[in-house]
T-cell receptor, first 109, second 113 residues
Framework: AQRVTQPEKLLSVFKGAPVELKCNYS??????LFWYVQYSRQRLQLLLRHISRESIKGFTADLNKGETSFHLKKPFAQEEDSAMYYC???????????FGKGNQVVVIP | GAGVSQSPSNKVTEKGKDVELRCDPISGHTALYWYRQSLGQGLEFLIYFQGNSAPDKSGLPSDRFSAERTGGSVSTLTIQRTQQEDSAVYLC???????????FGEGSRLTVL
């Protein structure tokens, strides 16, 4: 079974401070990991995926298979980063995308 | 734009009534998903379509929930004899291929009184 855990529901950080959202997963096969973001009054959208290995809006995430983690990081938070962030896992031929419960990020000016 | 379209955007109904939620995916997207978004529960997978067939219905919470997709396009999620615990935002998403990148609609907010 696929399972995604995001331990913190709410994360408040000051503008300019680093932000890290934790994501741990459980899956026996070879996973694909994603971060999705939902800004206020907007639809849920893809932020980044581990196979792309790219930085989007200053965010990066590294897949650590040993720790089964895919934490999202940004060195300097901006006010526009305030949003709901979801970690998601897709397992091999199973096309179901399993989401965590999400992290609400509030960036304090 | 030509994004995923869902209707109605808001639906208030009485306990025991049936509701239908509609999803128009992005043209050409073969995969279509339904999720339920509840406060504190994140996104709960309901069902997935590849074309018109549903290989994975395991997320449907009870037999009051059903979904169909016709012509490889529009999908309808039906909830019969609604209960208060069915209140949530129902999200539809489509995908062009088995990539894991989903394109979401704005959701249908269901409130059961």
């Amino acid at each position: 079974a696929q399972r995604v855990t995001q331990p913190e529901k709410l994360l408040s950080v000051f503008k300019g401070a680093p932000v890290e959202l934790k994501c741990n997963y459980s899956y026996s096969g070879s996973p694909e990991l994603f971060w999705y973001v939902q800004y206020s009054r907007q639809r849920l959208q893809l932020l980044l995926r581990h196979i792309s290995r790219e930085s989007i809006k200053g965010f990066t995430a590294d897949l650590n298979k040993g720790e089964t983690s895919f934490h999202l990081k940004k060195p300097f938070a901006q006010e526009e980063d305030s949003a709901m962030y979801y970690c998601a896992l897709s397992g091999g031929g199973n096309n179901r995308l399993a989401f965590g419960k999400g992290n609400q990020v509030v960036v304090i000016p | 734009g030509a994004g995923v379209s869902q209707s109605p955007s808001n639906k208030v109904t009485e306990k025991g009534k049936d509701v239908e939620l509609r999803c128009d995916p992005i043209s050409g997207h073969t995969a279509l998903y339904w999720y339920r978004q509840s406060l504190g529960q994140g996104l709960e997978f309901l069902i997935y379509f590849q074309g018109n067939s549903a290989p994975d219905k395991s997320g449907l919470p009870s037999d009051r929930f059903s979904a169909e997709r016709t012509g490889g396009s529009v999908s309808t999620l039906t909830i019969q004899r609604t209960q208060q615990e069915d209140s949530a935002v129902y999200l539809c998403a489509s995908s062009p291929r088995i990539t894991g990148e989903l394109f979401f609609g704005e959701g249908s907010r269901l409130t059961v009184l």
